[in-house]
């Protein structure tokens, strides 16, 4: 059975840093590129990092490029996201999401798996 399981959310004062993992188990990664998504409520969904299988090219939501960075590790099944300068608008739950393609597109009807999230919160 194929499942992505997220995990290292939690809650953070402003500036901080977290780290998530999402975890691949019923199937390799090396074939799918990757992305992270998050749901504040009252709020719609929003791409916020994705990277691709074929040439680990990323992408990231303007509202955390150069404070996020995604990486994979193939060997392990994982993939990561690692966030630093966090700001209370960065509250959401986090989701990680598979699609077997080379290519990839950070939206979410691109991506076929999903994970059950796991919730960061940013405050003092």
């Known amino acids: 059975q194929l499942q992505l399981v997220e995990s290292g959310g939690g809650l953070v004062q402003p500036g901080g840093s977290l780290r998530l993992s999402c975890a691949a188990s019923?199937?390799?990664?090396?074939?799918?590129?990757i992305g992270w998504f998050r749901q504040a409520p009252g709020k719609e969904r929003e791409g916020v990092s994705c990277?691709?299988?074929?040439?680990?090219?990323?992408y990231y939501a303007d509202s955390v490029e150069g404070r996020f960075i995604i990486s994979r590790d193939n060997a392990n099944d994982t993939v990561y996201l690692q966030m630093d300068s966090l700001k209370p608008e960065d509250t959401a739950v986090y989701y990680c999401a598979a699609v077997r393609s080379g290519s990839y597109h950070c939206a979410g009807f691109w991506y076929a798996y999903w994970g059950q999230g796991t919730q960061v919160t940013v405050s003092s």
């Open positions: 990277i691709s299988a074929s040439d680990e090219s990323t």
């Open positions: 019923g199937f390799t990664l090396d074939y799918y590129s």
